[in-house]
């Protein structure tokens, strides 16, 4: 009887929670299309969807630190415009940096080998990659990583500028907050899980 009375709670429970999985799955796809846009709508990032083998996207970093920092944020994986992984990125970070800032981030690849590289799990940004997150009208050098980022406070006021740099190109966007700089270096990716 007890066993009986578990499983129809579970599947009260499951049959409840089914609506509001596709509402939660609807604003994540929201958010990643809204993420993309921005991207395709910004000066030189844009060309970036037509000439590259793929992009990691990254709709919303959450970084923080005063003196020691950390940053997360879940991402996917698009191949020939079609997702197929996810994948998650985690930073620790010691030095000069005061502040929170979320900010989004697109990491274009060149080719295959740079796809793979990622793709792998085994994947961080050497200590020379770094991109300047500022607001809006303004725009930086991003250090050796070969690209500079512009970032905006407003999704049409993108602009950004950059090329590969060892098969990658890397921008990001403000979303908001206050961060001395929002550097690329110690960034570690998560091995890509196929997409379902």
Same mark, same amino acid.
């Given at each position: &009887?007890?066993?009986?009375?578990?499983?129809?709670?579970?599947?009260?429970?499951?049959?409840?929670a /089914?609506p509001?999985?596709?509402?939660?799955?609807? $604003?994540d796809? !929201?958010?990643?299309?809204?993420?993309?846009?921005?991207?395709?709508?910004?000066?030189?990032?844009?060309?970036f969807?037509?000439?590259?083998?793929?992009y990691?996207?990254?709709?919303?970093?959450? +970084?923080?630190?005063?003196?020691?920092?950390? #940053?997360? %944020? +879940?991402?996917?994986?698009?191949?020939?415009?079609?997702?197929?992984?996810?994948?998650? &990125?985690?930073? /620790?970070?010691i030095?000069?940096?005061?502040?929170?800032?979320g900010?989004?981030?697109i990491?274009?690849?060149?080719?295959?080998? #740079?796809?793979d590289?990622?793709?792998?799990?085994?994947? $961080?940004?050497?200590?020379d990659?770094?991109?300047?997150?500022?607001t809006?009208?303004?725009s930086?050098?991003?250090?050796?990583?070969? =690209?500079? !980022?512009?970032?905006?406070? %407003?999704? =049409?006021?993108?602009?950004?500028?950059? *090329?590969?740099?060892?098969?990658?190109?890397?921008?990001? *966007?403000? +979303?908001?907050?206050?961060?001395?700089?929002?550097?690329?270096?110690?960034?570690?990716? +998560?091995?890509?899980?196929?997409? &379902?």
């Amino acid at each position: &009887m007890k066993a009986c009375i578990k499983f129809r709670t579970y599947l009260v429970c499951l049959l409840f929670a /089914l609506p509001f999985g596709s509402v939660l799955a609807d $604003e994540d796809a !929201a958010k990643y299309s809204t993420a993309i846009k921005t991207f395709q709508d910004a000066d030189e990032s844009g060309s970036f969807f037509n000439n590259s083998y793929g992009y990691a996207i990254f709709p919303t970093i959450g +970084k923080g630190g005063i003196g020691i920092g950390g #940053a997360y %944020g +879940k991402g996917r994986v698009y191949v020939g415009g079609k997702n197929v992984g996810n994948t998650s &990125m985690t930073q /620790l970070s010691i030095g000069f940096q005061l502040g929170a800032q979320g900010y989004s981030q697109i990491i274009f690849f060149e080719d295959k080998r #740079a796809f793979d590289e990622f793709a792998s799990g085994n994947f $961080e940004f050497s200590a020379d990659a770094t991109a300047v997150a500022i607001t809006a009208g303004a725009s930086a050098s991003a250090g050796s990583t070969g =690209s500079s !980022a512009g970032a905006s406070a %407003g999704k =049409s006021d993108a602009t950004t500028v950059g *090329v590969y740099h060892k098969g990658m190109a890397t921008f990001v *966007v403000a +979303k908001g907050g206050l961060m001395y700089e929002a550097v690329l270096a110690g960034q570690k990716f +998560k091995k890509l899980e196929p997409a &379902m």
